[in-house]
C-alpha cells in the first residue's frame, strides 16, 4: 500500500488535482471530496496501466508543509 500526496487546487468550475509522483495523473471535480475520490481512482487506473504495461510504479516520495509569513 502506497499514501501518494495529492495537491488540490480550486478552479473556475470546481477543483483540480494532480500528484507529483505521478507524472500525467490529473483528476477534475465539483467539489472537493469528489477531486479527492476522483483522484484515487484516477491514480488506481493509472497504476493498472503502469503494471500491464510492465513500468515501475512510482514511489511515494513527496510532502508538503505549510509555512507562515507576513503579507
Request: with cysteine; glycine share 8%.
Amino acid at each position: 500500500m502506497q499514501r501518494y500526496l495529492i495537491v488540490i487546487e480550486p478552479t473556475g468550475s470546481g477543483f483540480s488535482a494532480y500528484s507529483p509522483d505521478i507524472q500525467g495523473c490529473i483528476a477534475t471535480a465539483r467539489t472537493q471530496p469528489d477531486v479527492e475520490r476522483a483522484m484515487q481512482d484516477a491514480i488506481r487506473f493509472h497504476l493498472a496501466g503502469l503494471r500491464e504495461d510492465g513500468q515501475p510504479i512510482p514511489q511515494a516520495n513527496t510532502s508538503a508543509a505549510y509555512v507562515e509569513v507576513a503579507a
